[in-house]
């Protein structure tokens, strides 16, 4: 990938600094506390970020050449490297961000201190509080078997505290059903944007496929942040139990050890075709675990707009990354 500054190692986005376990930042009862302590962590990681769209301040930098407005100079990279180098500005056309959030009765599993939910709640509470620190327009959907609430993208006074109170429900709804918020946003939303999907995705590929087929068709850029607990991927249960089904509440007794090579074989499939699916559609997939740092997620985004030689703010001097 092409860097669009000088290479300097502290102009790299550092994602060892600063970072704080899920364990502690769900102790912090307050929702907007939680998401402003991940970002100001990430931030103070952020050594001058090569990708596009996320600087509130300058996109990147270029050579001086003779004739330069000299106050866009940067004189400390000068004391650093002993050449001239001229920040380039954006256009303050910001990104219209939709955030979908599953709320459905499989979220609230968890293995440990938290749920999915919990965590991934908080997920998008970090990219709010982030995108809307880059002054973008930020909107959220929640949905379990049908959409629980909606606001569309907005930046202004008060709305990033209306996104930060909707997060704050609970989980609701029983199964999950991913096409009917995806066809709310392809069926209502003009404008092209970026979806956020933050989901367990533990519904038949073929029931979403189609739906982001369509997203894509109508221009929006698509990120998916699939969220699962690490008993889930790892199938860590070492005992006979009675397990039960959380979005329909069928109960079955299991003996993992005979069961564990067929949960892995299923899962692993399942996985699969999803990325296969994302692949297809040119939609950028992570899988992350509510063991991972929150940090984690806003890198991903970032990347995932760099690589994908995508721009999140709409300037009038895109530029393509390798």
Same mark, same amino acid.
């Given at each position: 990938?092409?860097?669009?500054?000088?290479?300097?190692?502290?102009?790299?986005?550092?994602?060892?600094?600063?970072?704080? *376990?899920?364990?502690?930042?769900?102790?912090?009862?307050?929702?907007?506390?939680?998401?402003?302590?991940?970002?100001?962590?990430?931030?103070?990681?952020?050594? !001058? *970020?090569?990708?596009?769209?996320?600087?509130?301040?300058?996109?990147?930098?270029?050579?001086?050449?003779?004739?330069?407005?000299?106050?866009?100079?940067?004189?400390?990279?000068?004391?650093?490297?002993?050449?001239?180098?001229?920040?380039?500005?954006?256009?303050?056309?910001?990104? !219209?961000?939709? @955030?979908?959030?599953?709320?459905?009765?499989? #979220?609230?599993?968890?293995?440990?201190? %938290?749920?999915?939910? =919990?965590?991934?709640?908080?997920?998008?509470?970090?990219?709010?509080?982030?995108?809307?620190?880059?002054?973008?327009?930020?909107?959220?959907?929640?949905?379990?078997?049908?959409?629980?609430?909606?606001?569309?993208? !907005?930046?202004?006074?008060?709305?990033?505290?209306?996104?930060?109170? #909707?997060?704050?429900?609970?989980?609701?709804?029983?199964?999950?059903?991913?096409?009917?918020?995806?066809?709310?946003?392809?069926?209502?939303? *003009?404008?092209?944007?970026?979806?956020?999907?933050?989901?367990?995705?533990?519904?038949?590929?073929?029931? %979403?496929?189609?739906? @982001?087929?369509?997203?894509?068709?109508?221009?929006?850029?698509?990120?998916?942040?699939?969220?699962?607990?690490?008993?889930?991927?790892?199938?860590?249960?070492?005992?006979?139990? #009675?397990?039960?089904?959380? =979005?329909?509440?069928?109960?079955?007794?299991?003996?993992?050890?005979?069961?564990?090579?067929?949960?892995?074989?299923?899962?692993?499939?399942?996985?699969?075709?999803?990325? =296969?699916?994302?692949?297809?559609?040119?939609?950028?997939?992570?899988?992350?675990?509510?063991?991972?740092?929150?940090?984690?997620?806003?890198?991903?985004?970032?990347?995932? !707009?760099?690589?994908?030689?995508?721009?999140?703010?709409?300037?009038?001097?895109?530029?393509?990354?390798?």
């Amino acid at each position: 990938m092409s860097k669009s500054e000088p290479n300097d190692e502290s102009f790299n986005l550092n994602r060892r600094a600063v970072q704080v *376990s899920p364990e502690t930042v769900m102790r912090i009862k307050n929702l907007e506390m939680r998401a402003k302590i991940v970002v100001e962590g990430f931030m103070s990681g952020l050594h !001058r *970020s090569p990708y596009h769209g996320f600087s509130v301040e300058f996109t990147d930098y270029r050579q001086y050449t003779v004739g330069d407005d000299l106050r866009y100079l940067d004189w400390k990279l000068f004391a650093r490297q002993d050449r001239y180098y001229i920040k380039r500005f954006e256009d303050e056309t910001n990104l !219209r961000c939709y @955030l979908l959030v599953d709320m459905s009765s499989s #979220m609230g599993f968890g293995s440990g201190e %938290f749920n999915k939910y =919990e965590y991934a709640k908080t997920m998008a509470a970090t990219l709010a509080w982030f995108l809307n620190r880059q002054r973008d327009a930020v909107g959220l959907i929640t949905f379990g078997d049908r959409i629980v609430d909606m606001i569309p993208p !907005r930046y202004r006074a008060g709305h990033l505290r209306r996104l930060m109170v #909707m997060l704050e429900n609970s989980t609701s709804g029983k199964s999950t059903d991913l096409a009917a918020p995806l066809e709310q946003i392809a069926e209502t939303v *003009s404008k092209r944007g970026l979806v956020v999907l933050i989901s367990d995705l533990l519904a038949p590929v073929d029931n %979403f496929k189609k739906n @982001l087929n369509y997203l894509r068709s109508r221009g929006h850029d698509v990120v998916i942040l699939r969220t699962l607990d690490p008993a889930e991927i790892d199938f860590t249960f070492d005992q006979a139990t #009675m397990f039960q089904d959380l =979005e329909s509440g069928r109960e079955i007794y299991v003996d993992p050890r005979s069961a564990a090579n067929d949960y892995k074989r299923r899962f692993e499939a399942h996985e699969a075709a999803i990325k =296969e699916a994302c692949d297809h559609l040119g939609i950028d997939f992570f899988q992350i675990k509510t063991d991972q740092p929150l940090e984690n997620s806003l890198f991903n985004l970032l990347q995932a !707009r760099a690589q994908g030689g995508q721009s999140v703010k709409r300037t009038t001097q895109a530029r393509s990354h390798a």
